[in-house]
């Protein structure tokens, strides 16, 4: 079956940086464009970055542009968010999802990133 299992996040301090790791199995991860999506605390769902099934076009959402990077190793069916220069306001639960676009069909369990000083 497809499962996304994801790993990384915690606390981390303002100006910090932390990375998130999705590791897919179930499906041909490189037939895929993936995307990560977060929410923030009281927050609706807030799409961060898309990457296509061969990691060469990512796309980002302008609150995160130049501080994130998304990659994928489809060798290892791997999904990743390197963020840097974090702030209170990328608090929040992060989540991998599997597409592109606006259509997401199987999503990871998510993970907890916290900025507080």
């Known amino acids: 079956q497809v499962q996304l299992v994801q790993s990384g996040g915690g606390l981390v301090q303002p100006g910090g940086s932390l990375k998130l790791s999705c590791a897919a199995s179930?499906?041909?991860?490189?037939?895929?464009?993936m995307t990560w999506v977060r929410q923030g605390p009281g927050k609706g769902l807030e799409w961060v970055a898309s990457l296509n099934r061969g990691g060469s076009r990512p796309n980002y959402a302008d609150a995160v542009k130049g501080r994130y990077t998304i990659s994928r190793d489809n060798a290892k069916d791997t999904l990743y968010l390197q963020m840097s220069s974090l702030s209170v306001d990328d608090t929040g639960m992060y989540f991998c999802?599997?597409?592109?676009?606006?259509?997401?069909?199987?999503w990871g369990q998510g993970t907890q990133v916290i900025v507080s000083s």
């Open positions: 179930g499906f041909a991860f490189n037939t895929y464009a």
């Open positions: 999802a599997r597409g592109g676009g606006d259509e997401y069909d199987y």
